[in-house]
């Protein structure tokens, strides 16, 4: 298991490694990507997968080069940086990551840094309960691949919901105002499927929805998978 | 009326965020919680929120034990009390209580303070952040343990991450009682976190902005 490190602090993750930055808007987001990504740039064994939801990895690459200031299409053109996106089947979606960061190990690159943004409720992406599913499920597809993925959920646009079940349950740490922490709730991957997804309380037929707006800022409901 | 047998082991004292989805999750766990001190007497029970909620927390435990608990209300030994949305008068009615309970002679006080985000009668949310955080050196000095439910179906994301979170020593969810590395103690919270609300300075320069947007008038000439 290898350390990784960022730009600007001391922080380190570990590699296979799976975190979620909770961060409060696009600023934020900016700082702690440059943070985190950029020493890839400076060393040609390390490499970068960027996802999200659909347009995300072109705007998180868009950030990066503001960051370090100048131009990274040459570096996409030849593969060191590859830009994937979510779908709305997250076996799909799963494979999107899984692919692109296995072929970039195969490679040689060695960490691979990735990051994507967490949706919720979209259109065109994962229902909730599927994107949860997703995210528990990548760590376990990762191991013994020396790949430190950043998952980045902000405080200022998703619920509250959101940030319990999914980044501090299905992360073993978090990122927040900089500093990294292990995350006490994490829950397992297996665990988590038979004691919290299955179990997830807006699923249960009873439980309250919309009791008072749980949202900064609504969007239209994503389409639950039926494969799942 | 048996309490589960794998209830929670709190600290004394103790200041606990407790994380649930919907009014259910939270009724059962604070039920647990205050019938533990309900079935000890020399344990005194505190019910804290907006106005009504306090009541109607009683209400509840006094429907599922199935009786009148007014004797104990009258006693003293139940107190109920109201959030304010002046934030001082708030963390005098959480004081004060508690003060009068310790002086009863209480080995323990169950505090639930049922949190509200945004709401009239409640403090505005940078003020009950900083009463959250104050809440820390507060209970230091009482034999209390203060159970803080976060409703994750009504409250934003920020309410977590900068309430829930950063202002507890200790997290409860799904059952589970947990420390919590993320806590911030009060004087750094206030410090590096407090004074730099990212809500508020994206509203300070949305106010700026909306000031030089405005035709004809010079710096400093608003209303």
Redesign the interface.
């Known amino acids: 298991m290898g350390q990784v490190g960022f730009a600007r602090s001391d922080q380190l993750v570990t590699a296979p490694g799976h975190f979620a930055l909770?961060h409060?808007?696009e600023e934020?987001l900016r700082e702690t990507l440059f943070d985190f990504l950029s020493p890839a740039l400076d060393d040609p064994m390390q490499a970068i997968y960027l996802c999200g939801p659909p347009g995300w990895a072109a705007r998180l690459l868009g950030h990066l080069e503001t960051g370090v200031g100048r131009d990274l299409s040459s570096l996409a053109t030849e593969r060191r940086i590859i830009l994937g996106q979510g779908d709305r089947d997250v076996d799909q979606q799963l494979q999107n990551l899984l692919d692109p960061v296995r072929e970039l190990c195969e490679r040689g690159f060695s960490p691979v840094r990735v990051a994507g943004p967490a949706a919720w409720d979209v259109p065109g992406y994962a229902a909730p309960e599927d994107f949860l599913w997703y995210e528990s499920r990548v760590l376990p597809g990762i191991q013994g691949l020396p790949v430190a993925i950043m998952c980045t959920?902000?405080?200022?646009?998703?619920?509250?919901?959101?940030?319990?079940y999914g980044a501090l349950e299905t992360h073993t740490h978090?990122m927040?105002?900089g500093v990294v922490?292990?995350s006490?709730?994490f829950l397992p991957s297996d665990r988590y499927l038979k004691?919290?997804l299955i179990h997830l309380?807006?699923l249960e037929p009873?439980?309250?929805?919309d009791?008072?707006s749980?949202?900064?800022d609504r969007p239209a409901r994503g389409r639950r998978s039926q494969t799942r | 009326m048996r309490r589960s047998p794998d209830a929670p082991a709190y600290p004394i004292p103790s200041h606990v965020a407790f994380l649930h989805y919907g009014e259910s999750e939270m009724r059962d766990a604070v039920f647990e919680f205050l019938l533990a001190g309900l079935e000890r007497p020399n344990e005194a029970l505190f019910c804290f929120g907006e106005p009504g909620v306090g009541e109607r927390l009683l209400r509840y435990l006094e429907s599922r034990v199935g009786r009148d608990l007014s004797p104990e209300y009258r006693a003293g030994r139940i107190v109920l009390g109201t959030a304010d949305p002046d934030v001082d008068r708030q963390l005098e009615n959480v004081i004060a209580p508690l003060e009068a309970l310790s002086t009863s002679g209480f080995a323990l006080v169950r505090f639930v303070g049922v949190v509200a985000w945004n709401v009239l009668d409640f403090p505005p949310p940078e003020d009950f952040l900083w009463f959250e955080s104050k809440l820390n050196e507060v209970i230091s000095g009482f034999p209390v343990i203060g159970l803080c439910p976060y409703d994750l179906a009504r409250m934003p994301a920020r309410a977590i991450v900068y309430g829930a979170l950063e202002t507890h020593p200790f997290v409860l969810s799904d059952g589970a009682l947990r420390q919590n590395p993320q806590f911030i103690r009060p004087d750094r919270y206030l410090r590096e976190r407090l004074l730099a609300l990212p809500w508020l300075q994206d509203e300070g320069r949305a106010r700026v902005q909306a000031r030089d947007l405005r035709p004809g008038l010079p710096d400093g000439s608003g209303p």
């Open positions: 909770i409060h808007g934020e959920y902000d405080a200022a646009r998703l619920p509250a919901s959101a940030l319990l978090t927040i105002n922490s292990e006490p709730s004691t919290r309380r807006w009873d439980s309250r929805r009791v008072t749980a949202w900064e």
